[in-house]
T-cell receptor, first 112, second 112 residues
Framework: RKEVEQDPGPFNVPEGATVAFNCTYS??????FFWYRQDCRKEPKLLMS???SGNEDGRFTAQLNRASQYISLLIRDSKLSDSATYLC?????????????FGSGTQLTVLP | NAGVTQTPKFQVLKTGQSMTLQCAQD?????MYWYRQDPGMGLRLIYY???????DKGEVPNGYNVSRLNKREFSLRLESAAPSQTSVYFC???????????FGDGTRLSIL
C-alpha cells in the first residue's frame, strides 16, 4: 500500500460548484498534513496545513480523520483559477522529523 | 524576496554528458531537497539534506550525486546523463525536516 493515496481524477466541475478531494495515508503515526496546489508546468505551492480540529481558509476547508486515516480538502464556490492539481502531503514518520511524502495529486478543472 | 532559486531553467544534454543543477535559498532554512517529476506522475525524492553538512538518499538516487555546499546552496549532479533522466527537477527547502517545503520553479532537463 502506498504511504499516501489520492484519486487522480480528473474532476471537472462548473464554476461555483463545491468539490471535495480525499487522501488516505497508511501510517497511523503520521503527524503533519498539508495540501499543496500545482499549476500546469509550475512548482508545487503550499495551500494550507491541516490541523486536527479542521481548519478553513476562505473558500477552502481542510479536515483530518485520524480514525479512518484520511484528510480532505473542500473547495466552495469554485473559480476558474482553482483549476490545478492538488497534492496531499504527509509526514508519515510520526514525531520523528523526516522528509514529507507527496501524493500523486488530484487534477481539478473548473469549467466556465 | 527570491525564496528558492534554481539554475538553469532549461537544459538539453546528450547521453553521457554531465551537468550540475544549482539551487540556492535565502530563507535561512536548514533542510533542502531535490525531486524529479515525470509527466503525469508525482514528485519523487532524489536526495535530501537535513542540515548543512549532511546528505541522504531519497527514493530514486541512482545516477545522481549531491553537494550541500553551505547552508544556502544544494546542488545536484548528473555524472553521465541518460535519456531516463529526462524530467523536471525541483529543488525545495524547509525550516526543518517535516515542515512545509518551499519549491523553486524547476529545471526542465531533456537528454537526447
Amino acid at each position: 500500500r502506498k504511504e499516501v493515496e489520492q484519486d487522480p481524477g480528473p474532476f471537472n466541475v462548473p464554476e461555483g460548484a463545491t468539490v471535495a478531494f480525499n487522501c488516505t495515508y497508511s501510517n497511523s503515526a503520521s503527524q503533519s498534513f498539508f495540501w499543496y496546489r500545482q499549476d500546469c508546468r509550475k512548482e508545487p505551492k503550499l495551500l494550507m496545513s491541516v490541523y486536527s480540529s479542521g481548519n478553513e481558509d476562505g473558500r477552502f476547508t481542510a479536515q483530518l480523520n485520524r480514525a479512518s486515516q484520511y484528510i480532505s480538502l473542500l473547495i466552495r464556490d469554485s473559480k476558474l483559477s482553482d483549476s490545478a492539481t492538488y497534492l496531499c502531503v504527509v509526514n508519515p514518520y510520526g514525531s520523528s522529523a523526516r522528509q514529507l511524502t507527496f501524493g500523486s495529486g488530484t487534477q481539478l478543472t473548473v469549467l466556465p | 524576496n527570491a525564496g528558492v532559486t534554481q539554475t538553469p531553467k532549461f537544459q538539453v544534454l546528450k547521453t553521457g554528458q554531465s551537468m550540475t543543477l544549482q539551487c540556492a535559498q535565502d530563507m535561512n532554512h536548514n533542510s533542502m531537497y531535490w525531486y524529479r517529476q515525470d509527466p503525469g506522475m508525482g514528485l519523487r525524492l532524489i536526495y535530501y539534506s537535513a542540515s548543512e553538512g549532511t546528505t541522504d538518499k531519497g527514493e530514486v538516487p541512482n545516477g545522481y550525486n549531491v553537494s550541500r555546499l553551505n547552508k544556502r546552496e544544494f546542488s545536484l549532479r548528473l555524472e553521465s546523463a541518460a535519456p531516463s533522466q529526462t524530467s523536471v527537477y525541483f529543488c525545495a527547502s524547509s525550516g526543518e525536516m517535516g515542515q512545509p517545503q518551499h519549491f523553486g520553479d524547476g529545471t526542465r532537463l531533456s537528454i537526447l
